[in-house]
């Protein structure tokens, strides 16, 4: 039975990946921690790859990889700088990472996703929302980032001007957790290369 990741919104994603004709490589952008979603796509018979430029996340994952016997091929990396060759990958995404980095660090990273995807790939990327209530980060400042990089609803779209937007969503989640409530806004794009 395979086991249900935490990263609900991939399974949207996996669903068109699955339905597109391009073989199965997939890279995350910001793969690391101590559950890594890329497990998901690796379930499914996807070649996978990561980068993580942090480096406990990274060391999380290689420790989960080891044990799970899982090979997930994540390397240390900067999504701003992919050391791989234009077109190398099917899918690309990046969840719950992207926003930790500036806008002007944002739009390189978006380059690069656009640059390692083949024509006709999918990429997910989610961004957090202006509606996001939270005025700080939930984990360490980021290259020099105090905060997240909030977008307005279409905002976004900027990013995209060569892809065809196939689904946007806004999420607003409000949810108890560790005895707190806490309230997220995140806008979710899944994107097809021209």
Not at 114 to 143: I, M, T
């Amino acid at each position: 039975m395979r086991k249900v990741i935490w990263a609900t919104p991939l399974y949207k994603f996996l669903r068109y990946c699955n339905d597109n004709p391009l073989d199965k490589t997939v890279l995350d952008c910001g793969a690391g921690g101590d559950d890594p979603p890329l497990q998901l796509f690796y379930e499914y018979g996807y070649e996978t790859f990561g980068v993580e430029v942090s480096e406990d996340p990274f060391k999380q994952a290689k420790k989960f990889c080891k044990e799970h016997n899982m090979k997930l091929n994540i390397l240390k990396g900067d999504m701003r700088y992919l050391s791989f060759r234009s077109g190398s990958f099917s899918f690309v995404y990046s969840f719950n990472a992207i926003f930790f980095m500036t806008k002007k660090d944002i739009a390189i990273s978006m380059k690069e996703i656009e640059r390692v995807l083949k024509p006709s790939g999918l990429c997910f990327v989610n961004f957090v929302s202006v509606d996001e209530p939270d005025k700080g980060p939930f984990c360490k400042p980021f290259l020099g980032n105090p905060r997240f990089s909030k977008h307005e609803d279409d905002e976004p779209d900027k990013y995209f001007s060569n892809f065809e937007i196939i689904h946007k969503e806004k999420r607003i989640i409000d949810k108890k957790t560790h005895g707190k409530r806490l309230v997220q806004a995140y806008i979710d794009y899944i994107v097809q290369k021209k």
